[in-house]
């Protein structure tokens, strides 16, 4: 059972978890055992609010296939049940993340002080540059 929030959880059912090799370094133990994991996670056929499946399924990540399916990949640690764990933990936050609500952005205005100071400004660059100008032979 993975918590999502107070009122959603995921049963363990509907998460796909198959221990493979991890890559990269480790020695002859790399070669011999599963320690990494792979999750998926259908989100089409979960058990998720309708809320949830929209926002995940908007998302642009690419852990999602076009087919609604997130997939991770945990190999960090060295025992596959450290790596089963934060296979977890990151669905976890994927999740949360999708449903965050953002806080809607209150456009502001430039103070009048602002406005004087870049138009200053832009008087005092435009004097410079037409110091620069060519000399008149005379």
Same mark, same amino acid.
């Given at each position: 059972?993975?918590?999502?929030?107070?009122?959603?959880?995921?049963?363990?059912?509907?998460?796909?978890?198959?221990? %493979?090799? !991890? &890559?990269?370094?480790?020695? $002859?133990?790399? #070669?011999?055992?599963?320690?990494?994991?792979?999750l998926r996670f259908? +989100?089409?056929?979960?058990?998720?609010?309708?809320?949830?499946?929209?926002?995940?399924?908007?998302?642009?990540?690419?852990?999602i296939t076009q087919?609604?399916?997130?997939? %991770?990949? !945990? &190999?960090?640690?060295?025992? $596959?049940?450290? #790596?089963?764990?934060?296979?977890?933990?990151?669905?976890?936050?994927? +999740?949360?993340?999708?449903?965050?609500?953002?806080?809607?952005?209150?456009?502001?205005?430039?103070?009048?002080?602002?406005?004087?100071?870049?138009?200053?400004?832009?008087?005092?660059?435009?004097?410079?540059?037409?110091?620069?100008?060519?000399?008149?032979?005379?």
């Amino acid at each position: 059972m993975l918590r999502i929030s107070n009122t959603v959880e995921l049963g363990d059912w509907e998460i796909e978890l198959h221990p %493979i090799r !991890a &890559q990269g370094a480790g020695g $002859q133990n790399v #070669n011999k055992v599963a320690s990494a994991i792979h999750l998926r996670f259908d +989100i089409g056929r979960s058990s998720l609010p309708p809320f949830y499946k929209e926002r995940l399924l908007a998302l642009t990540d690419q852990r999602i296939t076009q087919e609604g399916v997130v997939i %991770i990949k !945990a &190999q960090r640690f060295r025992t $596959q049940e450290h #790596n089963r764990e934060d296979a977890l933990n990151r669905l976890r936050e994927i +999740i949360r993340e999708a449903v965050k609500q953002q806080k809607t952005r209150k456009p502001t205005r430039p103070s009048r002080s602002a406005k004087r100071k870049r138009v200053d400004a832009k008087t005092r660059k435009g004097k410079t540059k037409a110091l620069r100008g060519k000399v008149p032979s005379g």
